[in-house]
Nanobody, 115 residues
Framework: QVQLSESGGGLVQPGGSLRLSCAGSGFPFSTYTMSWYRQAPGKEREFIATVSSTKNTNYADSVKGRFSIYRDNVKSTVYLQMNSLKPEDTGVYYC?????????WGQGTQVTVSS
């Protein structure tokens, strides 16, 4: 069956870095657009970054210049490199795979930015 497994979250101080990973299985990973979303406490889930099957990328304005999304189709994994983290980056980060009408979500990984 389809699985998306996120990892790499944790507690980090402001200004620090983290790299999130999302490993996919059970679907043709290389053909899917892969994205990261986050949900802060009490807020709606919001778009963070996306990478297409052709490796085109797009970012939310709030993370441009600080976050980088990239994929390794051999490992069926998408990454989110997060630098210069701010307290407002705190939330649960979700991986999403999408192709045509097919869409899958991971279970999420918690990122907390605090001193």
């Amino acid at each position: 069956q389809v699985q998306l497994s996120e990892s790499g979250g944790g507690l980090v101080q402001p200004g620090g870095s983290l790299r999130l990973s999302c490993a996919g299985s059970g679907f043709p990973f290389s053909t899917y657009t892969m994205s990261w979303y986050r949900q802060a406490p009490g807020k709606e889930r919001e778009f963070i970054a996306t990478v297409s099957s052709t490796k085109n990328t797009n970012y939310a304005d709030s993370v441009k210049g600080r976050f980088s999304i990239y994929r390794d189709n051999v490992k069926s994994t998408v990454y989110l490199q997060m630098n210069s983290l701010k307290p407002e980056d705190t939330g649960v980060y979700y991986c999403r795979a999408q192709w045509s009408l097919y869409m899958y979500w991971g279970q999420g990984t918690q990122v907390t930015v605090s001193s």
